[in-house]
């Protein structure tokens, strides 16, 4: 079999907000055909999606829900399609946020999104050290180990004001006034507050494991039994 079709196809929501195109390179660039698209029965067959996000939590679920795009996320979740969020992707995925009280997430991970400490500079817009949770991982999934081995330790490159509740769906954490989510995941749901995209050598890494996972996630399943 050909490299090009051992690329999986990776659907990267294109929901008209943010710069969505950095994290479809950086899939493209970790070994993935990442298509940009909208567009339901591309989604619906892709082997696996990417939910980025950036600026307000309101504006991003406004907009996902005026593309159509939200029943879709709902779809590939229930159908356990390896999917990953990130940044305000990842947030998205959870009850609310404090940011717009008013609008309501997709609800697919429990809790909601709250400020960050009073106590330090707000945005945190710098790089930080990740500490990985391993007994969390593996205890969410499969997939969460396999993503996250080889990166505690590792630094990487957050931009945020607020950051999802402690909860058993916390896989790793960074020290920033306390301690804060940096990676979530259930079953065949991952999703980082930094951005990988963005995070060099570390972050490259993490999307090249999202990217294997998607190619052959029963022979990722098994890898990640054995770790």
């Known amino acids: 079999m050909s490299e090009a079709a051992n690329r999986p196809t990776i659907a990267v929501l294109d929901y008209g907000i943010g710069n969505l195109r950095s994290a479809q390179k950086a899939l ?67 009850e609310g946020s404090d940011e717009s009280p008013d609008v309501d997430g997709l609800g697919i991970l429990s809790g909601r999104i709250r400020w960050l400490s009073e106590s330090v500079k707000r945005p945190q817009m710098q790089w930080n050290q990740i500490a990985v949770s391993v007994e969390a991982a593996d205890r969410s999934s499969p997939m969460a180990s396999a993503m996250l081995d080889g990166l505690d330790g590792e630094w990487a490159y957050f931009v945020h004001s607020l950051a999802a509740e402690l909860s058993d769906d ?56 054995t770790i």
């Open 28 to 94: 493209i660039v970790s070994g993935a055909d990442a298509i940009l698209t909208n567009d339901a029965g591309i989604v619906a067959a892709a082997d696996g999606v990417v939910l980025p996000g950036v600026g307000a939590f309101g504006a991003c679920m406004n907009a996902l829900r005026t593309s159509g795009l939200e029943p879709l996320v709902h779809d590939v979740v229930d159908a356990e399609t390896p999917f990953m969020g990130i940044c305000v992707g990842m947030q998205m995925l959870f």
């Open 170 to 225: 916390t896989v790793a954490t960074v020290d920033y006034g306390g301690t804060v989510t940096a990676a979530v995941a259930r079953d065949r749901v991952f999703a980082t507050q930094f951005h990988p995209e963005k995070s060099a050598t570390a972050g490259l890494s993490l999307l090249s494991r999202f990217v294997d996972f998607c190619a052959s996630p029963k022979q990722s399943e098994l890898t990640a039994n």
